[in-house]
C-alpha cells in the first residue's frame, strides 16, 4: 500500500468523486464524512487550521482517507479535521478494509513525527472502535478516543406510513397552538427549498438571528466568528451543487421567523442548524432548539 501525504484539502474533481464513493460504502455514510465538508472546513478555518490529508491507496485504487489536523499548540498531535464542525468524525473506507486503513494511517504518521491523536465523536457503532486500540498499541501511539452514539433517527417508510405520521404530527395539541398562535399575527408560510438557501440574504438573516438568539439567553454564538460564517457559506455552496442542501423557513406575513439548514446525503435528511427570531420565542415556550 501507498500513503499519499497532503498539507491541504485539494480542488480536485477526480479526488472528489472517488473519496465520496468510499463515503457511501461505509457502514453508515454521513455527509460530514465527505470531500466537500472537509474542503468547506479548509476554506472557513483556513487562517487556523493546519489540514494533514492522508490518501491510502492500494495499486492505483484509493482505499482510505483520514482527514486530519496538526495541532496548533502541539505540532506532534493531530485530529480530526472537522471535529469542530461536523456531529460524526471517522477514518473513510469500507468497513472490511478500516483495520489495514487505520494502521497505514498511523504507520505514516509516526513517519511525520507525530505521537498524539484526539479522536472526537466517532459513532460507537463505527468499526473503527475495534481497530484503534490494537493500531495504537502497536505503532506506540497515545490515542484519546470519545465515542457517540448516533442520534435518533426517524424512519419515515412508504407513503402510507408517512400520510400516518403527518396526520399524528397534525393531532398534537403543542404543534396546533403554536400555528394558531402564529395565524392571528398574520399568514403562516412555509418554505422547504434545495436552492434558495445559497442566497446570501437568507444566509446572513440566519447568522443575525443565531446571534440574537444566543445572546438573549446570555451564550455566545459560534457565528460570531468570521471563520465559522465562511464555513457556512463555503458549506452550502458546495453542498447546494451535489443536491445535498436544503433549507426551510418559516415566515408570518411574509416575516422570515424561523430557520433551518438541512442535508439530504444517502437516502436520509438531517436536521443540523436551525435558529428563529428571539421575539417569537413567547408564543412556544416549549421550544428550546
Not at 485504487?61 to 489536523?69: D, F, P, Q, R, V
Amino acid at each position: 500500500m501507498k500513503v499519499v501525504s497532503l498539507n491541504e484539502i485539494p480542488k480536485d474533481e477526480m479526488l472528489a468523486e472517488k473519496w465520496d464513493e468510499l463515503v457511501l460504502q461505509m457502514e453508515q455514510p454521513e455527509v460530514f464524512y465527505t470531500y466537500e465538508w472537509a474542503l468547506a472546513v479548509s476554506n472557513g478555518f483556513s487562517g487556523s487550521a493546519k489540514p494533514l490529508l492522508l490518501q491510502i491507496y492500494e495499486n492505483s485504487s484509493l482505499i482510505g482517507i483520514a482527514a486530519l489536523s496538526i495541532s496548533p499548540t502541539a505540532s506532534d498531535k493531530v485530529h480530526f479535521l472537522c471535529d469542530k464542525t461536523g456531529d460524526y468524525c471517522d477514518f473513510v473506507s469500507k468497513p472490511t478494509e478500516r483495520l489495514r486503513v487505520v494502521e497505514e494511517v498511523f504507520r505514516e504518521l509516526r513517519q511525520l513525527g507525530k505521537s498524539r491523536f484526539v479522536m472526537s465523536n466517532i459513532p460507537n457503532i463505527s468499526v473503527t472502535r475495534e481497530c484503534i486500540d490494537s493500531s495504537s498499541r502497536k505503532f506506540n501511539f497515545y490515542v484519546a478516543a470519545d465515542g457517540i452514539d448516533v442520534y435518533p433517527q426517524v424512519i419515515l417508510g412508504d407513503a402510507g406510513t408517512r400520510k400516518a405520521l403527518r396526520q399524528s404530527l397534525n393531532r398534537k395539541k403543542s404543534v396546533r397552538n403554536l400555528y394558531n398562535a402564529l395565524s392571528r399575527l398574520g399568514v403562516v408560510e412555509f418554505l422547504h427549498s434545495k436552492n434558495g438557501i445559497t442566497d446570501r440574504k437568507y444566509l446572513s438573516d440566519f447568522f443575525e438571528a443565531h446571534i440574537a438568539r444566543f445572546f438573549a439567553t446570555g451564550r455566545i454564538s459560534p457565528y460570531v466568528r468570521s471563520e465559522r460564517r465562511q464555513f457556512l457559506l463555503s458549506l452550502c455552496e458546495l453542498l447546494s451543487a451535489k443536491g445535498w442542501l436544503t433549507g426551510s423557513k418559516l415566515s408570518v406575513n411574509k416575516r422570515t421567523v424561523a430557520w433551518h439548514i438541512g442535508f439530504e446525503f444517502a437516502n436520509k435528511c438531517f436536521w443540523y442548524m436551525p435558529t428563529f427570531d428571539v421575539e417569537y420565542e413567547r408564543l412556544d415556550p416549549e421550544c428550546t432548539y
